[in-house]
């Protein structure tokens, strides 16, 4: 494809419930990275892969959130138990490889909004 | 307190007024400054990247500056269209503690243009 796609793009689940958010990055990107957007908020940094191996899951709020990237191109989301307070927008982006090439862009997908009834 | 402070919180303009938002940070040690457009519904896109060793950066009727000795950059738009309603976030790049450097994002100016 020629950009970031996201699935799905709503979901709607009930607390405490498990559910899986998929990321599919540009074609030949190493890095890839998690966000969670909040109304009104700018995105918040979660988990960033370069290839297969998570580089920095400092973002991650708490153990019920866990995400994979197997064979180093799609990426799953994965969030255990979840909390009214997850309902947000979750973003993807990739890159062509990490920082610190300053110019380095990240291309985001639209985002799959995460409804926690 | 959030280390990338954007204002106005929101603004509201006429079409083919200029407009100047302003983004100042505290986050160090500091990598890139990037602005985004983000419209409705969908994924931000970049707008222009500036180093800690430039000073101004232009797309088109967008145009970027920075002063990495105060921590402070804007982003100026010409001529405005009712396609700029949008957010514009700044997002500064830091060196997380892992060497790897992780994108901090302001919560945004939401910019609406009216005909």
């Known amino acids: 494809g020629a950009g970031v796609s996201q699935t799905p793009s709503n979901k709607v689940t009930e607390k405490g419930k498990y559910v899986e958010l998929r990321c599919d990055p540009i074609?030949?990107?190493?890095?890839l990275y998690w966000y969670r957007q909040s109304l009104g908020q700018g995105p918040e940094f979660l988990i960033y892969?370069?290839?297969?191996?998570?580089?920095?899951d400092s973002g991650l709020p708490n153990d019920r959130f866990f995400a994979v990237r197997p064979e180093g191109s799609v990426s799953t989301l994965k969030i255990q138990r979840t909390e009214r307070g997850d309902s947000a927008v979750y973003l993807c982006a990739s890159s062509l490889s990490p920082e610190p090439d300053p110019y380095n862009e990240q291309f985001f997908g639209p985002g799959t909004r995460l409804t926690v009834l | 307190k959030n280390q990338v402070e954007q204002s106005p919180q929101s603004l509201i303009i006429l079409e083919g007024k200029n407009c100047t938002l302003q983004c100042n940070y505290t986050v160090s040690p500091f990598s890139n400054l990037r602005w985004y457009k983000q419209d409705t519904g969908r994924g931000p896109v970049s707008l222009t990247i500036m180093t800690f060793s430039e000073n101004t950066k232009s797309n088109g009727r967008y145009t970027a500056t920075l002063d990495a000795d105060t921590k402070q950059s804007s982003l100026h738009i010409t001529a405005s269209q009712l396609s700029d309603s949008a957010s514009y976030i700044c997002?500064?790049?830091?060196?997380?503690?892992?060497?790897?450097?992780?994108?901090?994002f302001g919560r945004g100016t939401s910019l609406i243009v009216h005909p």
């Open positions: 892969f370069q290839g297969t191996g998570a580089a920095d």
């Open positions: 997002v500064v790049s830091v060196l997380a503690s892992g060497g790897s450097y992780i994108p901090t």
């Open positions: 074609s030949g990107h190493t890095a």
